[in-house]
């Protein structure tokens, strides 16, 4: 698949075309973890694809433990404070750190080098010494690869955890791609691959690197846009409570809410549909076929929906999204999708310009009156509304935009709205009635979460023209709030033989044993459930002998 080579000149900066990303050299995080190993197992087929070469890394702190057993030596037992047992105890420190860590460290590249050494895969080593993090990001800094392939969490994950520490550190100043698994059993192709579009050139980036796994494995591509229709009517309704009548009147509260329904309704909606239209355009090109979806909600949370239904295997999205500043490290979105998302995840900085957007850009002109008007579009879609009004000249034929033709742009994107320097005819916003079923639904809920939940459920009724807020409004924001794990509680046998398990090893068997504890809904670790569930846990880590005493 060819790389565009042309660059597109867009809010005064030159966006170099640079997906899909090349899997040439590809860098793996290695720490023996399950998500670490799935992390190396899946890059392994894709740099196969590409007879590209892989790279371990494993840092090692021996300083950093080195200094904080010195730091330690004050407070050891009496019996160690003799001074010829305390040189003994340097020594013996100053081995294990000399050399068992490296040792440590060369055990994870060996069984690396296995699993690439069995797909064909060259294999390189490195283990520099220092903070983990660090020399990750240095090693990434050097541009010495073209992606990083890490897991969501390490050996120290716990019941609860999301994403670890090393990855968030690590995914924030990452100046390339990462694949982040964030499953430990699923392959890539065990569901489709899902792509969150928002029109960015990241975005398109995704695209072109989604499109370009998805034919080297086989795998069916999904292209999702989310846009979120409620936020500005909860917005909007909680800035009624404090605008004074005078204050409402200058800002002229009631055309402003007029004009953010109808362009969030209608309009947006229609912005993300036509990048969907350009996502299948592109792949088209690359001789691909991809599935579209245009979706309502939070954008994350409407992404996370989406993968769950169509049981998706990898979600690949850009690192920092369409309304992104030069200091964003990285987009809110992609941020919650990183801790939230069920399966593996895509992370990219790789961008890409549809070419008809290149042409477009280059070949099109605006009158100062055109320019003027689109300039009055607000902020947050000014940059989405003048790409929806060159691809419509475009498909016009038109090269020299008017005033007149943004008027028209805007009105078949906003009915009603016009596109006209009139002020909009105020319009009357009263809150619906709720049926008693669908009040009832809030009842419980954290009085932080009801009143939002209370105003997307209207909004929800409004876009179905309904004059009652009724439980069907009401149920889809409910299922948006993470329920919270039920207490795990342990029996004096059971822990203490995890107790006797190794401490780098503890912390995750514990997690796999509370985890299958809850999918037979339990809630106390004992008996049987315990031997079962120990005997499940050992299938993952069957180095550690949990009988041993």
Known sequence: MGILSVTESHDNKTVPSTAPVKLKRVLVALDQSDYANRAM????????????????????????HDRRFKQMEGGLPERYRREKEMEHQRDVHEDLIGMGLGLISDSYHDAAGAISDAAGVPFKRLSPEGKNYTCLVE???SGDYDVLAMGALGLGAVAGSTVGTVCERVVRRSPIDVFVARDRHKVVGDGPIVVGMDGSHKSFGALKTAIDIGQRLDVAVHVVAAYDPYYHYVAFNKISTVLDEEAGKVFRFKEQEQLHEELIDDGIAKIYQAHLNVAENVA???GFKVITALVAGKPYQAICKYVEEHSASLLVVGKTGVHADDGLDI?????????????HIWIGQAEFTPPMDVVAEETIMWSEEAEDKISRAPDFVRGIARTSVIRQAQAKGHTFITSRFVDDVMKAMMPGA?????AAAPQKFDRLDWSDEAAALLTSLDPALRENITLRAEKSALRDA???????????????????EAAIEWRAAPLAR?????????????????DYARAQGATIIEGELAEAAFTEARKGMCPVDFNKE
Do not use: M, W
């Open 41 to 64: 197992h899946e890059v392994t087929r894709l740099a196969k694809s590409a007879q590209g070469t892989i790279t371990g890394i494993h840092a090692y702190a021996a300083r950093l």
């Open 139 to 141: 090693a990434l800094d």
């Open 284 to 286: 088209d090109e690359a």
């Open 331 to 343: 987009g809110g979105n992609t941020e919650n999708l990183l801790r939230k998302v069920p399966c």
């Open 418 to 422: 016009g596109g006209s320097d009139k």
């Open 466 to 484: 309904a004059t009652i807020v009724e439980p069907d409004h009401v149920s889809p924001f409910l299922d948006q709030i993470p329920v919270k």
């Open 498 to 514: 995890l107790n006797r398990i190794p401490q780098d090893f503890r912390d995750q068997v514990r997690a796999d044993i509370e």
